[in-house]
């Protein structure tokens, strides 16, 4: 096995046991992104210089016996929205070709300090307006999409060529190329993780968080990324729990709600089957099952984009009419049409938010966590990117994907994509597992146990045709 095939939980434990240098692992990875990122995509820019410089002080580090913890010589990929001192942080877009931040965002300034390795900058859809990532193709298909916004760290994260993506979810940019591509991707509740240094999308709903090839993974990169920070105005002063302690503990007992409704409309009947298969299988577990009926499910996307529109528009206001020619047109598109939402029809859409967290916030009184499709269905063709239902709707990727995501970012609740299979046409499919606000530990402890119990292939074949030594 080639040290790029590793889970970062693996890897960082052959680390600590000086089994592996924080060297050999970054040049696996950085050989991995020149054999395989021609295909796909996922970064934009390859920092292999700056890596190995990392990772050989981290090398120096545990040698001396400063070993900083699970981080520690991991080489990660840095989705394009995130500050990176000194290194160009363009958002995707070429109205930021020039922007180079003096200082990291937080999250990037606590991964470098736990000793993460930095391989790169990750394609990002356009200032994270998107769920198509149009640079970047999905790994199982390169005719396929990848997802978005977050889908070079998806991408790369599938390809083992970094063993953690940042991302940022508004309306699913992590889960939804989480789902498609077949990694993990884990949306913290709101104010759990600092968003400073981050550019923002829509600030009430912005979330950032990690998509990993493994629960345990997350969990991980979740001890780093979490804390408060006073510099976020949605940051919440919260205790922050080792996640990964109780990954391990039985989920028996543990009452999962099945919906009824909004996450069972216009859905792909092998996504539908996957999810229920996924769904006994926990039962099996010990789960508990318990159906139920989504409160204000045909508000969903009504609320989303009342807020997500106007919010984008009032950042981009001043660039847009100074420089607008030099936004890609669907986004373009997108801030125009928030730039005419009137104040009191935002307004109306913040009130109707807040009754929508309170009532889901309610569910959690007699469950523990919801599951679902995390996409009604599975990565569209490039080309073309629209599904039509059998029904003669035609849906494009923003319509049909937000559907099912958007729900966790209005009520701020904590969200897992899963793998928990594959269609016929040989596309992953994504579990979600939502909870409690700030109750991450239980989301990841179930999606843990489900991991551990199933059994899904987890290279693509664009990289499963470039590995020398198969797993």
Same mark, same amino acid.
């Given at each position: 096995?080639?040290?790029?095939?590793?889970?970062?939980?693996?890897?960082?434990?052959?680390?600590?046991?000086?089994?592996?240098?924080?060297?050999?692992?970054?040049?696996?990875?950085?050989?991995?992104?020149?054999?395989?990122?021609?295909?796909?995509?996922?970064?934009?820019?390859?920092?292999?210089?700056?890596?190995?410089?990392?990772?050989?002080?981290?090398?120096?580090?545990?040698?001396?016996?400063?070993?900083?913890?699970?981080?520690?010589?991991?080489?990660?990929?840095?989705?394009?929205?995130?500050?990176?001192?000194?290194?160009?942080?363009?958002?995707?877009?070429?109205?930021?070709?020039?922007?180079?931040?003096?200082?990291?965002?937080?999250?990037?300034?606590?991964?470098?300090?736990?000793?993460?390795?930095?391989?790169?900058?990750?394609?990002?859809?356009?200032?994270?307006?998107?769920?198509?990532?149009?640079?970047?193709?999905?790994?199982?298909?390169?005719?396929?999409?990848?997802?978005?916004?977050?889908?070079?760290?998806? $991408?790369?994260?599938?390809?083992?060529?970094?063993?953690?993506?940042?991302?940022?979810?508004?309306?699913?940019?992590?889960?939804?190329?989480?789902?498609?591509?077949?990694?993990?991707?884990?949306?913290?509740?709101?104010?759990?993780?600092?968003?400073?240094?981050?550019?923002?999308?829509?600030?009430?709903?912005?979330?950032?968080? &990690?998509?990993?090839?493994?629960?345990?993974?997350?969990?991980? $990169?979740?001890?780093?990324?979490?804390?408060?920070?006073?510099?976020?105005?949605?940051?919440?002063?919260? &205790?922050?729990?080792?996640?990964?302690?109780?990954?391990?503990?039985?989920?028996?007992?543990?009452?999962?709600?099945?919906?009824?409704?909004?996450?069972?409309?216009?859905?792909?009947?092998?996504?539908?089957?996957?999810?229920?298969?996924?769904?006994?299988?926990?039962?099996?577990?010990?789960?508990?099952?318990?159906?139920?009926?989504?409160?204000?499910?045909?508000?969903?996307?009504?609320?989303?984009?009342?807020?997500?529109? &106007?919010?984008?528009?009032?950042?981009?206001?001043?660039?847009?009419?100074?420089?607008?020619?030099?936004?890609?047109?669907?986004?373009?598109?997108?801030?125009?049409?928030?730039?005419?939402?009137?104040?009191?029809?935002?307004?109306?859409?913040?009130?109707?938010?807040?009754?929508?967290?309170?009532?889901?916030?309610?569910?959690?009184?007699?469950?523990?966590?919801?599951?679902?499709?995390?996409?009604?269905?599975?990565?569209?063709?490039?080309?073309?990117?629209?599904?039509?239902?059998?029904?003669?709707?035609?849906?494009?990727?923003?319509?049909?994907?937000?559907?099912?995501?958007?729900?966790?970012?209005?009520?701020?609740?904590?969200?897992?994509?899963?793998?928990?299979?594959?269609?016929?046409?040989?596309?992953?499919?994504?579990?979600?597992?939502?909870?409690? $606000?700030?109750?991450?530990?239980?989301?990841?402890?179930?999606?843990?146990?489900?991991?551990?119990?199933?059994?899904?292939?987890?290279?693509?074949?664009?990289?499963?045709?470039?590995?020398?030594?198969?797993?």
């Amino acid at each position: 096995m080639q040290p790029f095939e590793l889970t970062l939980a693996a890897a960082a434990r052959q680390i600590r046991a000086g089994v592996l240098s924080p060297v050999e692992l970054t040049e696996s990875v950085l050989a991995r992104i020149d054999a395989v990122d021609p295909q796909i995509t996922a970064f934009s820019n390859v920092t292999a210089e700056l890596a190995i410089e990392t990772a050989a002080l981290a090398e120096r580090e545990i040698a001396a016996g400063r070993y900083r913890g699970p981080l520690h010589g991991i080489p990660i990929g840095v989705k394009e929205i995130y500050d990176m001192a000194g290194v160009p942080s363009t958002s995707s877009s070429r109205v930021r070709a020039d922007y180079l931040p003096d200082e990291d965002s937080v999250v990037v300034a606590k991964l470098r300090q736990a000793g993460a390795v930095v391989v790169g900058r990750t394609q990002s859809h356009e200032f994270a307006y998107g769920v198509v990532t149009p640079q970047t193709r999905n790994p199982w298909r390169t005719d396929r999409i990848a997802g978005g916004s977050s889908g070079g760290s998806a $991408a790369a994260v599938a390809v083992g060529a970094c063993f953690l993506g940042l991302g940022s979810d508004t309306a699913g940019s992590i889960r939804i190329p989480a789902a498609l591509c077949g990694t993990v991707g884990l949306k913290p509740s709101y104010g759990r993780v600092s968003r400073t240094g981050v550019t923002p999308f829509a600030w009430s709903l912005d979330h950032a968080g &990690p998509l990993t090839r493994s629960v345990e993974d997350a969990a991980l $990169a979740m001890n780093v990324m979490a804390g408060y920070d006073p510099g976020d105005p949605g940051s919440v002063d919260i &205790p922050v729990p080792d996640f990964a302690a109780d990954l391990g503990r039985e989920v028996a007992g543990t009452t999962a709600g099945v919906p009824v409704n909004l996450f069972t409309e216009h859905v792909d009947p092998q996504i539908k089957i996957a999810v229920d298969a996924a769904c006994t299988r926990l039962a099996d577990l010990g789960v508990r099952l318990r159906e139920v009926r989504l409160p204000m499910a045909d508000e969903v996307m009504a609320t989303e984009f009342g807020i997500l529109q &106007p919010e984008a528009a009032s950042f981009h206001e001043q660039t847009l009419r100074e420089h607008g020619d030099l936004y890609t047109e669907d986004v373009r598109a997108a801030l125009q049409a928030g730039m005419s939402v009137l104040a009191t029809d935002y307004l109306a859409a913040q009130r109707k938010r807040d009754l929508f967290r309170q009532q889901w916030n309610a569910l959690f009184d007699e469950i523990d966590i919801l599951v679902a499709p995390t996409v009604p269905v599975a990565a569209m063709e490039a080309a073309r990117p629209e599904v039509t239902w059998p029904d003669g709707l035609t849906e494009g990727p923003v319509q049909a994907y937000i559907r099912f995501s958007a729900p966790a970012n209005l009520a701020g609740l904590p969200a897992l994509s899963v793998p928990c299979g594959f269609t016929d046409a040989g596309l992953p499919i994504g579990l979600q597992i939502i909870g409690r $606000a700030f109750d991450e530990a239980t989301v990841l402890r179930v999606g843990h146990a489900y991991q551990s119990a199933a059994d899904w292939p987890s290279w693509p074949p664009v990289v499963a045709a470039e590995r020398s030594v198969l797993a």
